[in-house]
């Protein structure tokens, strides 16, 4: 009894997944991806830089480069619409490229750290790439870049809860 009990736990501790709840199918098959070189003032170059940096010093496999042959970009304008960011997703999750846009006009309404503003939403959008959703019902506000309920204008990197997802999907 103790033994069958002891390997109903380890089949559960193999298969249950952290980032199950905050998967998102958008990602790409692999937590290495490029983004064309993107060209902005330095005022948005050095936050952006900051982000994929972010992403490739965390504890995770995640290695983030800007070739120029790489499908996927980055576009930072002015959108009338209320979001931070908005990652589109293209193609098959093993041939995935992306969209990322960045709204000047909501993060300058609402940054009163405006760099780390960008930061933060720029990190949180590659998350998409790295197949995490965002977390909406107002868990992990403190441990999670995905989360809705994040300062922007201080939460700048990917927190436990996203490196522990992304680590458990790659």
């Not at 300058?108 to 939403?121: E, G, I, K, L």
């Not at 870049?145 to 922007?152: E, G, H, P, Q, V």
């Amino acid at each position: 009894m103790l033994l069958t009990t002891g390997a109903v736990v380890a089949m559960l501790a193999v298969t249950a997944s952290p980032a199950s709840a905050h998967y998102y199918s958008g990602g790409g098959s692999s937590p290495s991806f490029t983004i064309k070189p993107y060209s902005y003032n330095s005022t948005w170059m050095t936050p952006l830089n900051q982000a994929l940096l972010n992403w490739n010093a965390s504890p995770t496999a995640a290695y983030i480069t800007k070739p120029s042959s790489s499908p996927s970009w980055l576009v930072a304008a002015s959108y009338s619409a209320t979001w931070y960011g908005l990652y589109t997703p293209y193609n098959t999750r093993s041939n995935r490229y992306f969209r990322i846009q960045l709204n000047a006009r909501t993060i300058s309404r609402d940054a009163s750290n405006w760099s780390n503003f960008v930061t933060s939403s720029f990190t949180h959008e590659l998350g998409h790439r790295l197949s995490l959703d965002d977390i909406t019902d107002g868990s992990h506000c403190t441990d999670a870049i995905m989360s809705y309920c994040r300062n922007r204008n201080t939460m700048t990197k990917p927190q436990s809860h996203d490196i522990d997802d992304v680590n458990a999907i790659y």
